[in-house]
């Protein structure tokens, strides 16, 4: 079973990640996870917290001389900036005074007493107010603090994790940005079977500000974020993330819970902010007929084949009835703008009833293009599962050559050659 967890709070000492059931044998190299990490810190848009941290994933377990051993592989991030919030969030010690300043507005607090003051005025749109009344949090740091994106970084260290894996066995994945506010970019084609142009798309967005494949919607993107700033708001947007190489046959159709476009609608929309997935074309084939939306099969270009066949889209997504087809692997998420804001919206303080501005926390304007590299790892996570799930194995050698005789079967027409 290969699993996953993350633990840790936004401004605690660090983040944990324990992936278990990684196969043996796969090559983990830290130069490769960092390079991961540092590209969910890079964006335009993002605030004085990426200035802060320059995350770094350590092994703690599970990896001997580059290799997992089978073991979990356990790794650990540090916050750089738990030493000025340590008398804050520190674990064993007594919580420091509190702020009574921030609710009365008689006199300017300290930064150190706006660190120290409970949060009380519920950020709208944020986990604040959900998650006291769920866990009975007065003081609603309790809250934030976890549900905190910064908890991402740990889930880039996990899906990175999986990638090794993945990258083993021949799967590439990618993502790229097609929409910020009110600018957007439009590809063409739009969902082609090809792998090239997928290719083409992720290489120009790591290249981009915004992670945008094209130079002229990526400067209206920025352009966008710029105004958002000067007006004290924030933008969302909309990341597409893909697999390339990815085998037919993984999910199934015959349980709700297995049917692999339902478990990475959960995935994706399981990070911060994300408020719609679509697998493939999505939405747009509500307004399409059949014949304009399904993919149609075509015989080899090689010859008519027992088994054999061609298709020019990918409006699937690279998933029919839960399960993969060997087509692209393609969902796209819808994030909404960001909760805090520096132009406070309307909130209540709650012990007392009184109306209040929200509690403002250090915040980003755009974090769109570090949402896509983050759903890369969701996507590699749930891939890494439904992989095992089928083509299991103790090692990746043991995991490649039953893949390998599985591909060697489809390739002669298997079941109908």
């Given at each position: 079973m290969f699993r996953w967890l993350t633990g840790g709070e936004s401004h605690g000492p660090g983040l944990t990640v324990v992936v278990d059931g990684l196969p043996a044998g796969v090559p983990l190299a830290a130069e490769r996870l960092a390079a991961e990490m540092a590209r969910r810190q890079r964006g335009?848009?993002?605030?004085?917290?990426?200035?802060?941290?320059?995350?770094?994933?350590?092994?703690?377990?599970g990896v001997r001389h580059g290799r997992s051993t089978g073991a979990p592989v356990v790794l650990w991030i540090e916050n750089r900036d738990w030493p000025t919030w340590e008398a804050v969030m520190d674990p064993a010690g007594a919580a420091p005074a509190t702020g009574a300043g921030e609710v009365t507005g008689s006199a300017p607090l300290t930064a150190a007493e706006r660190r120290a003051a409970p949060v009380e005025r519920p950020r709208p749109g944020h986990a604040d107010l959900a998650g006291?009344?769920?866990?009975?949090?007065?003081?609603?740091?309790?809250?934030?603090?976890?549900?905190?994106?910064?908890?991402?970084?740990?889930?880039?260290?996990?899906?990175?994790?999986?990638?090794?894996?993945?990258?083993?066995?021949?799967?590439?994945?990618?993502?790229?940005?097609?929409?910020?506010?009110?600018?957007?970019?439009?590809?063409?084609?739009?969902?082609?079977?090809?792998?090239?142009?997928?290719?083409?798309?992720?290489?120009?967005?790591?290249?981009?500000?915004?992670?945008?494949?094209?130079?002229?919607?990526?400067?209206?993107?920025?352009?966008?974020?710029?105004?958002?700033l000067r007006a004290g708001d924030t933008l969302g947007g909309r990341f597409v993330a893909f697999a390339l190489g990815v085998p037919p046959g993984l999910g199934s159709y015959v349980q709700w819970d297995r049917r692999l476009d339902g478990r990475l609608a959960q995935a994706i929309l399981s990070i911060p902010g994300v408020k719609a997935v679509a697998v493939g074309a999505g939405e747009s084939m509500a307004e399409l007929p059949g014949s304009l939306v399904h993919d149609p099969l075509e015989p080899d270009p090689r010859g008519p084949r027992p088994g054999r066949f061609h298709r020019s889209s990918d409006r699937a997504g690279g998933i029919e009835g839960g399960v993969t087809n060997?087509?692209?692997?393609?969902?796209?998420?819808?994030?909404?703008?960001?909760?805090?804001?520096?132009?406070?919206?309307?909130?209540?303080?709650?012990?007392?009833?009184?109306?209040?501005?929200?509690?403002?926390?250090?915040?980003?304007?755009?974090?769109?293009?570090?949402?896509?590299?983050?759903?890369?790892?969701?996507?590699?996570?749930?891939?890494?599962?439904?992989?095992?799930?089928?083509?299991?194995?103790?090692?990746?050698?043991?995991?490649?050559?039953?893949l390998e005789e599985r591909r060697r079967a489809w390739e002669a027409g298997w079941p109908w050659a």
């Open positions: 335009y848009g993002r605030g004085g917290r990426m200035r802060i941290e320059r995350d770094q994933a350590r092994f703690l377990g006291a009344l769920k866990y009975g949090h007065r003081d609603m740091r309790d809250v934030l603090e976890r549900a905190s994106a910064r908890e991402t970084a740990a889930r880039t260290a996990a899906g990175a994790v999986a990638r090794a894996l993945l990258e083993e066995l021949g799967i590439e994945v990618g993502s790229f940005v097609e929409r910020i506010g009110p600018a957007a970019w439009e590809r063409e084609p739009a969902f082609p079977a090809d792998p090239d142009p997928w290719r083409r798309w992720a290489e120009a967005a790591e290249g981009s500000p915004v992670r945008c494949p094209d130079g002229a919607a990526g400067a209206a993107m920025m352009a966008a974020i710029d105004e958002a060997g087509e692209p692997v393609v969902v796209s998420g819808v994030m909404k703008p960001l909760a805090t804001l520096r132009k406070a919206l309307p909130s209540v303080h709650m012990p007392s009833g009184r109306p209040g501005d929200a509690t403002f926390e250090r915040s980003d304007v755009c974090v769109v293009p570090a949402a896509g590299v983050v759903a890369e790892a969701m996507l590699a996570l749930v891939l890494a599962e439904a992989l095992l799930e089928k083509f299991g194995g103790d090692s990746l050698e043991e995991v490649r050559g039953r």
